[in-house]
């Protein structure tokens, strides 16, 4: 499959699978939401029924004498009252007399039944479809014949000598209620596609960002492959061709085959040395800290580093030098072969860097718990647009790839890894024309 549709259908896929969960968070949210405003609606409807039915119920019980009787305080206190047996005109809602607020509302039903359950009066609005018959239960929610909702509270009256008078019934219309509830639920059908939609634009988004960064370590790997085949090829290529030509000659001499050995060889080196750069970059990309920890004496390390490379550098007309500022040896723990293996790396750089008569010179010095090892040399320097780039592997200044100096661009890119592998750091500074200096931060141990 292209590697471009599979990134495209794995950002589809993140991107469906974020848009999933939100949807299922969101419908959840929008759930308990519902859930709880008809909770807090239905909980305030139960009160105001209780409130109205408990205050009705205290003013009439005081003052009943006969059971079953509608006396002058039930007329005084409902005054639209209409007896059970009698045609009444349809209640003026707006009746200013009306002794309880909440039922002039025209939702409020009031009813009264006798000991036996029969409906005897009625006051506010008439609930036409409800059944006249008394069925003693504290709460009921019912409904009519024409689909209207009630919820009514029931309590039991006495007169003023504690004889059972009969039931008062308090009600109300559930309409404005269940409407409400229905614009909620409108609502949250019509809101959530919308927000769905608005996720999963996010989501497609979101999805792209995350795999941005594959997407560019990807390219990175892609590069580096193309660039190790590149660096394999071309001593690769040099050998075969002259193994080629070899076998193209007639007859060889002694002198020409130790020749064409030497050859050989050099290429091979170079292989071998490309190999063993990059077995050991992976090594250091997969451990975070070296394998071998032991404490390394630096100035043991710049002196022999120093006296090991004169000679190289007498051999490119170049004074190369070591400057301890320190009173006494500086010790870090760590791996002393990838130590010396890092400095080695900028100092030959520094040597192949510098044209003849140039200095160069390697001081090691301390601050803040840290040891330093400048590199500095007056070389050839580095462009600020290179400066970036010279760490990553393979990099190399484009003249440098045309002058052919023989490395590999590797040798900064595995001195970086070494300094942070030993929670060191690696910096530069440089300017075109005049030198640069490298300088490795490590920290020291404390024994
Ligand atoms: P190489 O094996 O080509 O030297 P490096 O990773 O060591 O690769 O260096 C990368 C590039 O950085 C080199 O090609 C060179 O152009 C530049 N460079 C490194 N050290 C110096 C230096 N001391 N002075 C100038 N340029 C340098």
Not at 73 to 98: E, F, G, Y
Not at 158 to 177: I, P
């Amino acid at each position: 499959m292209n590697q471009n549709k599979l990134f495209y259908i794995t950002r589809a896929r993140l991107a469906l699978w974020y848009a999933g969960v939100m949807g299922v968070i969101l419908s959840l949210c929008g759930i308990g939401v519902y859930e709880a405003i008809a909770h807090a609606h239905w909980v305030a409807i139960d009160q105001e029924l209780k409130s109205v039915a408990g205050t009705l119920h205290d003013s009439l019980e005081l003052k009943l004498k006969q059971p079953g009787k509608i006396e002058l305080i039930v007329k005084q206190l409902l005054p639209d009252i209409c007896l059970a047996n009698q045609k009444c005109l349809p209640t003026q809602t707006s009746s200013p007399r009306h002794i309880l607020g909440a039922t002039n509302q025209g939702i409020y039903y009031i009813r009264l039944f006798n000991n036996t359950g029969s409906l005897i009066a009625i006051a506010g609005v008439n609930p036409q479809g409800l059944s006249p018959i008394f069925k003693n239960q504290l709460w009921q929610t019912k409904k009519d014949n024409l689909g209207n909702r009630y919820q009514q509270i029931s309590l039991s009256l006495h007169t003023q000598k504690n004889q059972d008078w009969g039931y008062l019934q308090v009600g109300r219309n559930l309409a404005d209620f269940d409407n409400y509830l229905t614009d909620v639920r409108w609502v949250l059908l019509v809101g959530l596609p919308i927000s769905m939609g608005l996720i999963a634009i996010c989501s497609w988004w979101l999805s792209g960002l995350a795999m941005q960064p594959i997407y560019k370590s990807y390219q990175q790997i892609k590069q580096f492959t193309a660039d190790v085949a590149h660096e394999l090829r071309t001593p690769l290529a040099a050998t075969q061709a002259t193994v080629e030509s070899v076998l193209r000659m007639p007859e060889l001499s002694t002198k020409e085959a130790q020749d064409i050995l030497k050859t050989i060889e050099r290429q091979n080196r170079r292989l071998i040395q490309l190999v063993n750069d990059l077995l050991l970059l992976a090594r250091l990309d997969r451990q975070a800290v070296p394998a071998q920890r032991q404490n390394c004496c630096l100035n043991d390390l710049v002196s022999d580093l120093v006296e090991e490379l004169e000679a190289l550098a007498i051999a490119a007309k170049l004074t190369l030098t070591s400057d301890l500022r320190v009173d006494q040896p500086l010790y870090v723990v760590g791996d002393e072969e990838q130590l010396y293996r890092c400095c080695s790396n900028l100092i030959i750089n520094a040597i192949q860097y510098t044209p003849a008569t140039g200095k160069i010179c390697v001081i090691l010095d301390c601050s803040n718990h840290h040891a330093l090892i400048h590199v500095i040399d007056t070389g050839v320097g580095i462009a600020p647009q290179d400066i970036t780039r010279i760490f990553e592997r393979f990099y190399r200044v484009q003249s440098d790839r045309s002058r052919h100096t023989g490395g590999s661009g590797l040798g900064l890119a595995i001195a970086n890894a070494i300094a942070q592998a030993h929670h060191g750091s690696l910096q530069v500074q440089s300017e075109l024309g005049k030198g640069s200096t490298f300088t490795i931060q490590l920290p020291l141990s404390f024994n």
